[in-house]
């Protein structure tokens, strides 16, 4: 980074106090300089500039002055109204959306229960574009009135061109899908994954507000990872998410490589069991861990042994990833944790024994079963916020077409 660029370092500011007053709901200019560590000259022209262009907004605290001048305390909060966003949550078994305004504040959502995996890229798409179109007359709106759009998928994605290398959900692999969405929308289309989409809204709204550096995994139909450094989303190379599904955790008894995703996956824990027609059933309509928890409660002994070979092989990757990025929390989610304690003590007493002696106590486990679904419209939202923030840090920010070697 080079600090020497003015321009530059104005954008760095910028996003730092837009984010600390987002962080603190209400806050002083006082407090902004000592926390950002800025000048007062600097923060009272930075924030000037965003009360003039209406992304913040001055609020007077009656009963409340200023020790030396005795005049009303001035706080500064976003203005609600600076933008609308609409945060789009694919998943195998249905829809998620979400239209926040400039806060996060959720405005209105929806769900719709719809087989989405293996249907045709441009169906998929329509069927999005449907959602995002029904949510904006929920919220009392129209899509004139909306700044940009995030839609989040499973599997490996590159942010910064909107492009979906793979996923769950597509046949095929490589589809602009961001592309795809926004002409039909007509408005700006940012890709994410669903694993770096949480782990910003757990930082935003969730458990880990208190903290700028954590991981998430989240254990569904693919294994995805999410990391936070310094408050803001990791990426890879052409702003890939990171999907450890690949993870090679062994090999089986004919040498060939066993992959995280070959057994602690949703449907690699399904895979092994010997279901019933209902059960079957049940599993392709997406309740099929229901099922596996009515027969883990009969104490079957090849249930359990399936869940325990994803809790080991989970505790193995978790482990893995607290050796390579050493973050003091690792949060858990996702359907898997359905199948509740059994699932939990495998993954903690295995990332405990496999975990090299120098990061013992550094990194702790915390297991969060999935929530609301609105928390996945939620998630997108935050990312779709966070590219209207204007991050400058080559880590995060607004997708932008480039163009493919």
């Not at 991981?215 to 569904?220: E, Q, S, T, V």
């Not at 450890?244 to 824990?269: Q, Y």
Request: hydrophobic share 45%.
């Amino acid at each position: 980074m080079k600090t020497g660029d003015p321009e530059l370092m104005r954008e760095i500011n910028r996003f730092r106090i837009l984010d600390l007053v987002r962080r603190h709901g209400m806050i002083s200019r006082v407090e902004i300089a000592a926390r950002a560590e800025l000048s007062p000259t600097t923060v009272s022209a930075i924030t000037g500039a965003l009360i003039e262009d209406g992304i913040i907004q001055p609020v007077s605290l009656g009963g409340i002055h200023e020790p030396a001048r005795g005049r009303p305390r001035v706080m500064l909060q976003l203005n609600p109204d600076a933008a609308r966003v609409v945060g789009l949550a694919l998943g195998p078994q249905g829809i998620v959306a979400a239209v926040t305004n400039f806060r996060g504040d959720v405005l209105a959502s929806l769900q719709l229960p719809l087989r989405v995996r293996r249907q045709p890229v441009p169906v998929v798409a329509d069927l999005a574009e449907d959602a995002v179109r029904r949510v904006v007359v929920e919220a009392g709106l129209t899509l004139d009135e909306v700044s940009n759009v995030c839609a989040t998928l499973p599997g490996i994605v590159e942010t910064k061109t909107g492009l979906v290398r793979r996923t769950p959900l597509f046949a095929e692999g490589d589809v602009l899908f961001g592309e795809a969405l926004s002409t039909r929308l007509g408005v700006p289309v940012a890709v994410e994954s669903d694993a770096a989409a949480l782990a910003l809204a757990e930082h935003w709204f969730g458990n880990c507000r208190e903290i700028d550096d954590f991981a998430l995994i989240l254990l569904d139909q693919a294994i995805g990872l999410g990391i936070l450094h310094d408050g803001q989303l990791f990426r890879g190379a052409h702003g890939l998410s990171h999907d450890i599904g690949g993870l090679v955790i062994g090999t089986n008894p004919g040498g060939h490589l066993v992959r995280l995703l070959d057994v602690a996956s949703e449907g690699a824990v399904l895979a092994e069991l010997d279901l019933d027609p209902a059960s079957r059933d049940a599993a392709r309509a997406g309740f099929g861990l229901r099922h596996v928890l009515d027969r883990m409660g009969c104490g079957e002994a090849g249930v359990l042994g399936a869940v325990e070979r994803a809790g080991r092989a989970v505790g193995i990757s978790a482990a893995n990833v607290a050796t390579l990025f050493a973050p003091p929390r690792i949060l858990l989610t996702g359907s898997l944790l359905q199948l509740g304690a059994a699932l939990e003590r495998e993954i903690a007493r295995t990332f405990s024994d496999v975990l090299a002696e120098p990061l013992v106590g550094v990194t702790e486990l915390v297991f969060q079963p999935p929530g609301e679904p609105e928390r996945l419209g939620r998630g997108a939202a935050a990312v779709a916020l966070r590219d209207l923030y204007g991050s400058p840090f080559n880590t995060t920010g607004p997708a932008r077409p480039l163009a493919r070697p």
